[in-house]
Each structure stands twice: as structure tokens, then as C-alpha cells.
């Protein structure tokens, strides 16, 4: 049985290939918890794909965080992962969808990243003492399944794989301020009770 207020939830990551989106904010979402003085576990995977590391070019975006991905492998998603996990955050609507038919339960806790910035954002932040499950559940008030057909660019962080560098460095930078925006949202009161820490970013 699921503790829905466990004082470290379990935030599961997923992108396409569990190489370059997903794995960048595990990375960011990590650090950005532990500042805070949030104890969270926090894991990515993907839909396709098994035991292939970081390209390259993601490598050298995050290095510019301080932070270093060589040894992450790919990993694919299981019913487990999802069943598990406290908040699912998708890099993209497809993500979102695969997810569910995965894990039917998982719904009222799967969102993609962006979609879950815009509904909290309406909904308000989360409370002093508000469970986690709580106030997903605001969040989830009145949301439809169907709006989440197709891909948007409203909800989809774009996939860099196969593209320039400066695609990586561009998902990086937009990445962090989206993680950075969402720990202030669930986890700001915890953020407030800590020292002012600055969170590096490129030089």
C-alpha cells in the first residue's frame, strides 16, 4: 500500500529513451531537493531502450551545472516504477499516455512536467502540512484525458537527441528553470526553512 504523505516521496522521471531529458532533471531535481533539505528519492526511466549511456553532448550541458551523467545507464519504465512512485513526471504528453495504459492507477499522479507547472500555478502552491497526494489531487480536479491527446508545445519539453549541441545546452537551461520553478511550487515552503543556497548553472 502506498503512504501518499511519506515524508521522502518517490518522483519517477520518464523521456523516450531514459538518455538525455528524463536523466537532466533527475540530475537537476536531485540537487534541487537536497538544497531544500527535501529527502526525496528521485529515479528516471524510459519507454524503449536498456543499458545506453548519456550522449555526449548532454554530458557536456550538464557538466555546465556541475553536474556529470557519465555513468548513467538507460533503464527501461515497469509497472513497479510506476506503482511506486508518488509523482510521475513525463517529458511529454506520449510519455503521459504510455504511462497510464502502463499503470492505469498511476493517473491522478502523472503528469508531464509542464502540465504540472500550469495547473499548480492555478491551483495554488502546496500547503505547509499538505500531503503530497493532496494536493495533486487539486491539481487533477477536473482534468480530462482527453486533453492530453497528441503532442503540445505547451506540455512537451523537446528532445534534443540527435540534434546540435547547443540543443542539449538549450534543453539544460530550460530544464532547470522548469525544476527551479516546480520545487518553489510543491516544495516551497521546505525551501524557505533552508539557508539562501544559490544553484549553479552554467559559466
Known sequence: MRIDDHPAPDVLVVCTANRCRSVMTEALLTRRLAAAGV??????????????????????????????????????????????????LAMAREHVRHAVVTEPAAWPRTFTLRELLRRGQHAGPRMPGEPLASWLARIQNGRDRVALLGGSPDDDVADPMGGPARAYVM?????????????????????RDQPSRSQPGPP
Open 39 to 88: 529527502a526525496a528519492r528521485v529515479r528516471s526511466a524510459g519507454l524503449l531502450g536498456q543499458g545506453e549511456p548519456v550522449p555526449p553532448e548532454a554530458v557536456a550541458a550538464m557538466a555546465g551545472y556541475g553536474l556529470d551523467l557519465t555513468q548513467h545507464r538507460s533503464r527501461l519504465m515497469t509497472a513497479a516504477d510506476l506503482r511506486g512512485a508518488d509523482l510521475v
Open 171 to 191: 534543453t539544460a537551461t530550460l530544464l532547470n528553470e522548469l525544476v527551479g520553478a516546480l520545487v518553489d511550487l510543491c516544495w516551497g515552503q521546505a525551501s
